[in-house]
């Protein structure tokens, strides 16, 4: 049987549960937690496929875990795809413990029958690290950017591997993606920057803004 795959981004990031206020980087000392389990309902084969809303049920279930994971950070990028009742997870994080708090919260949600984990653990790097925190500095404390270092849920991603960096996520102009892609550019000792970020106005709803 034919399945339609789908593959989400994460175009949001979730920080310690707590408002980002300033350019001070989001803490990274918070105790990991696990999804509770969930019943699985056994009348379901992983063969059959989905109906569109319980597919769209499974998407927003999928994307809420991966979101609230108390690692999760302006510095990891998580995608998923969905095949049926399989999850393919990938992107990168800086965190071994993101990797397998993801999956583990993941697999535990109902309608999940497989979980095939590919998301990428970036290499230690003091190198890395500087210039992770510098790019979040650039961006987030310049006047016409500031306002998404305000949001309870930051939605400029910033990935570095190897000294490259990597911006992803969603900002509301054409405008604000080419001020963030230039900031970065301005750190020194960089090999370039790829800039990601996706313009959209619509998905943000009102929760996203609180302060």
């Known amino acids: 049987m034919r399945y339609a795959s789908v593959v989400v981004l994460l175009s949001t990031v979730v920080l310690a549960s707590a408002t980002l206020s300033g350019a001070t980087p989001p803490p990274q000392n918070a105790t990991p937690t696990q999804a509770p389990t969930a019943p699985q309902d056994q009348s ?30 302006v510095f990891d990028n998580l995608e998923f795809s969905l ?44 190198g890395d690290e500087r210039i992770r925190r510098q790019v979040y500095n650039a961006i987030y404390s310049y006047g016409p950017l ?24 969603v900002v509301d102009s ?5 001020l963030a892609g230039m900031r970065a550019n301005q750190v020194p000792q960089t090999f370039g920057v790829t800039n990601n970020l996706r ?3 619509s998905d943000r709803s009102s929760k996203d803004k609180k302060k």
């Open 44 to 73: 379901l084969s992983a063969n059959e496929s989905l109906s569109p809303e319980s597919q769209d049920k499974l998407i927003r279930e999928i994307r809420h875990e991966l979101i609230m994971l108390p690692y999760y950070n």
């Open 174 to 178: 054409e405008g604000d993606k080419n």
């Open 146 to 169: 500031f306002k998404y270092g305000n949001m309870s849920v930051p939605p400029i991603h910033i990935i570095v591997k190897g000294g490259r960096i990597t911006l992803t996520g």
């Open 199 to 201: 313009v959209v106005t």
């Open 83 to 126: 095949n049926g009742r399989t999850v393919t997870l990938s992107g990168q994080v800086v965190q071994p413990v993101t990797k397998s708090d993801a999956e583990n919260s993941v697999k535990h949600i109902e309608g999940v029958e497989k979980v095939v984990n590919n998301i990428e653990v970036l290499p230690p790097s003091n």
